[in-house]
């Protein structure tokens, strides 16, 4: 333990070229792997290097909302919530239609309880299940988050404080990946460790095991047109870290690619970038184009499947229109006070003064907002945003086995090499519309646990470590 901590020290205070050697080192540092590392270094016999490539720019986990999704937790259970990971792994494949993907969706659904409780439990983070949370294809509440809705950054704090403070950890800020160092070629070429940079010089890493935890590309144009060319030019609305550094290094190994034009899209984002609360449709919000057209059942779609709709509006915007009834509960939310911070919200008295500002025909706008299926009438005084479309990560990437181990076309493993979060493969399937809210972090912080417990263990997942 005293010479793993004098490894980590010494990985700790790298100086420029210097050579570490590690036994697990962890290229990112968000969602996928801050859990990972985390979770590898609760042996105390593992040295662990978690390298970073830019706090200022930060992690898609850290602009997220942090909303784990999760079936079968003690939240729900006091909560009367009759959950379980085999119902949430059934929703997840009901919105997305992957069956190819079931076994790594139900092992993901099947750790998200667990580590649902860890964060709270063991590494004392508030959480709650959400009951005001309602999204579409989530048949019961699962998603958990602060019970003060603050938003992933937090979260995100709270992890990286625990991990830097681990005596066999090396937490590497500014310190990008570069590439991945291979033995061998081949079938049989192995993953040794990574290439990196720190000041501007490079450093070279050796570690038993790799995991790449980089996100994905929805932050690489070229990469954007290359496997999302359907989606246009879209607004990004994740952080600029998520440029797909790793699709070339896995191209080099082989490695199978999946779902590529798959992306978290979002169909609620103002036009400051923000986004208003997912759960307005269920409060009975409604969605007017320019031309004063409702174009859409509001509740038919998730946020990601509302996308394509937004985006086929003329000017690709709508308006929304909600009422004082659903603001008091969807206020609730850091998307709504980061909307309310960036002047994307406004008011209005009554539907002449709606009509007036957002500048459409009174008697439109007001059939517009009749009610439809019996749903309720939304009474004055009204809020409203105008909201367009946008990506906010990628859900393609490497194919992966129920461990993370990245697959090569020919089903075999790489050796020496895990993955996962954006990375990976993700959850929604191959269309954007199968996105199911949550998925984005069950992905990165279920295979983050996963991967981190093989190594923790020794077990690799079958594998050396
Ligand atoms: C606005 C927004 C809201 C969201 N809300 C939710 C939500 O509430 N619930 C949910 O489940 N999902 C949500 N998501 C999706 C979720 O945030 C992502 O799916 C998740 O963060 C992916 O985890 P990850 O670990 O793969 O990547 P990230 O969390 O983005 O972490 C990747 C890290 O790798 C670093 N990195 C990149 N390249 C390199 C390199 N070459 N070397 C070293 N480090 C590198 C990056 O800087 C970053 O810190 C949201 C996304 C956005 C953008």
Partial sequence: MAENAKNAKNAKNAKNAEDIAVDVVVA?????????????SQNPDLVVAVLEKSTRDGCN?????????????RFQAAAGIDDSPARHAADILAENGDDRHRPLVEALTAAAPHYVHWIADALGYPLEVGTDMTRHGISVPRLHTDPRRRGGG?????????????????????????GLRVAGSGPGARVIGVTARQNGTALTVSART??????????????????????????????????GDAVAWLRGLGAEF?????????????????????NLPWLGAVLVNTRGERFVDEQAHGYSGLAPHVAAQPNERALMVWDDEADLVAAHSEMMRDSAKAGALGSAADLVSLARDVRMDQL??????????????????FHYAWLTHGVLTTQGGAAIDTHGRVLRKDGSAVTGLRAGGGTAVGLAGPDSAGYSSGN???????????????LAAGTG???PL
């Avoid at 992306?263 to 997912?278: F, K, S």
């Fill in 28 to 40: 990112g540092a968000g969602a996928c792997g801050l859990v990972a590392g985390l979770r590898a």
């Fill in 61 to 73: 986990a850290q602009v997220s909302s942090g909303s784990l999704a999760a079936g079968g937790t």
């Fill in 154 to 178: 937090p979260l995100v704090s709270h992890l990286r404080g625990i991990l830097a403070a681990r005596p066999n950890v090396a937490l590497l800020d500014e310190t990008p990946v570069t």
């Fill in 210 to 243: 790799t995991v790449l935890a980089t996100d994905g590309f929805a932050g690489n144009r070229a990469l954007m047109r290359e496997f999302c060319a359907g989606l246009g030019d879209p607004f990004h609305g994740g952080v600029s870290t998520a440029t």
């Fill in 258 to 278: 999946r779902n590529m034009g798959a992306c978290l899209r979002h169909g609620q984002v103002t036009m400051h970038g923000t986004r208003v609360n997912p």
């Fill in 364 to 381: 439109r706008l007001e059939r517009a907002l009749e009610p439809i299926d019996g749903r309720r009438r939304l009474v004055a005084p």
């Fill in 440 to 454: 984005g972090l069950l992905a990165a912080m279920g295979m983050g646990w996963i991967i981190g417990n093989d």
């Fill in 461 to 463: 997942g079958g594998l």
